[in-house]
């Protein structure tokens, strides 16, 4: 699903701006890496612990996502998130230590007080957090919620793919995304989200005595 990212304001949208939407789709194997730099598709690694734990709340991630592109100090995080100052420095810290947010050298904010800002950096893109996090999807409801439905770009889709297939959909989609992510950002566009989510599917009846099952292994999730 592709939406439009928010801000601490909302959504920020040019109304005056018609909205140009692009479907994506598999064409003559476009998105085979064999066809891309060995440089753009960079190997991840296992979370730490601590790493793991800091990036298993949505409250941090959201964190992670509103510090992009623009430093916010704690006050303005607090602000735009709703969250109590104490609470959001918190969770500010616990993403200083753990490599994902960076502080930024003071500056004056309101009466002269000293004020320091955070930005992402950015780290936790390369990083697998443990499998059956679920903290990516509650994530993506709390930012799409504001969204108008009209700004919502959906496609879904069942698939019977042996593993072979299936390891291949799992590389390209990898690819086409590494090579997105390795694009300078614009500043002057319009902030996007994406999430990919690619699941089993819990089998419709229950073996006997048992409850459902589902097929396939888990594997890590990964935080943008």
């Given amino acids: 699903m592709v939406v439009p ?59 992670l996502r509103i510090t992009l592109d623009e430093p916010l100090t704690n006050r303005e995080i607090a602000a735009a998130l709703d969250l109590n100052p104490a609470t959001a420095l918190h969770h500010v810290r616990t993403l ?58 959906l496609t879904r889709l069942g698939l019977r793919l042996p593993p072979e297939e299936l390891e291949e959909l799992r590389r390209r989609l990898h690819a086409l995304l590494e090579e997105f992510s390795q694009r300078p950002r614009d500043p002057a566009a319009e902030p996007w989200s994406l999430l990919v989510a690619l699941h089993p599917e819990v089998r419709r009846a229950p073996r006997p005595g048992g409850a459902p099952t589902v097929s396939g292994t888990g594997r890590g999730l990964q935080a943008g």
């Fill in 96 to 153: 200083v230590d753990t490599g994902f947010l960076e502080a930024l050298p003071a500056r004056r904010g309101r009466r002269g007080a000293r004020e320091i800002p955070y930005r992402a950096t950015g780290r936790s893109w390369q990083v697998r957090t443990p499998t059956g996090s679920s903290s990516l999807v509650e994530t993506f409801l709390a930012e799409i919620g504001p969204v108008p439905e009209a700004d919502r770009e």
């Fill in 5 to 63: 990212q928010g801000s601490a304001r909302g959504v920020r949208r040019d109304r005056h701006r018609p909205i140009v939407r692009h479907r994506l789709r598999f064409v003559n194997h476009s998105w085979d890496t064999a066809a891309m730099p060995p440089a753009t598709v960079p190997e991840r690694r296992d979370a730490t612990d601590a790493e793991a734990r800091a990036l298993a709340s949505t409250v941090r991630l959201r964190i």
